[in-house]
């Protein structure tokens, strides 16, 4: 399954009156024209990489706050797990979707949450998928235990699993 490609695109037309507001990009391209003016203005992509060589994950960055009019990211949220020790991997999110602090830091928890129980599993710019698994107790018996099954496949193919103590 490809994963979705989210930007935004601005318009670079100083005469226009929506040069520099955001327009928002679901698996797009690499042309943006503006719809008021329909000038060609520019595409700033949600992309995501990492530096290190270990399995490990112990930092999320999240470059936001996009300025338009400058090409660069205003602001940076840094989440890191104290608890490990060394070096380990540095995961960096830049996103012009992000504006405000409190979502970036949200966004760098539920990545660090996520990145080590997927490592192996990035590919070029791809950005880790923020979703939780949620076992309820409510559910059969059999939900149940597939939900507990699958959570421990994943577990047993984490970096998590091989972390010093």
């Known amino acids: 399954m490809a994963s979705m490609k989210r930007g ?12 520099a507001k955001g327009v928002f990009l679901l ?3 690499d042309s943006f024209y503006c719809p008021r003016c ?24 999240v470059e936001y706050n996009f300025d338009p009019t400058n090409t660069m990211y205003r ?10 020790w060394g070096r ?16 970036a830091l949200k966004v760098a928890e539920a990545i660090l949450a996520n990145l080590n129980r997927y490592r192996g599993l990035l590919n070029d710019d791809e950005i880790p998928r923020t979703t939780e698994i949620i076992i309820s107790f409510d559910d059969p018996f059999d939900v149940f235990q597939e939900k507990l099954h699958q959570l421990g496949k994943e577990w047993a193919a984490s970096g998590l ?3 010093p103590r």
Do not use: W
């Not at 935004?8 to 040069?19: A, I, L, P, S």
């Not at 329909?38 to 960055?61: A, C, L, N, P, W």
């Open 161 to 163: 699993r091989e972390m």
């Open 88 to 103: 380990h991997n540095v995961y960096t999110l830049q996103s012009p979707l992000i504006k405000t602090e409190k979502r």
């Open 38 to 61: 329909r000038h060609q203005g520019e595409v700033e992509k949600e992309r995501g990489f990492y530096t290190g060589d270990s399995d490990i994950f112990k930092e999320v960055r």
């Open 27 to 29: 698996n797009h391209g």
């Open 75 to 84: 602001e940076i949220a840094i989440v890191r797990d104290e608890s490990l």
């Open 8 to 19: 935004v695109g601005y318009c670079k037309n100083t005469q226009c009156e929506d040069y």
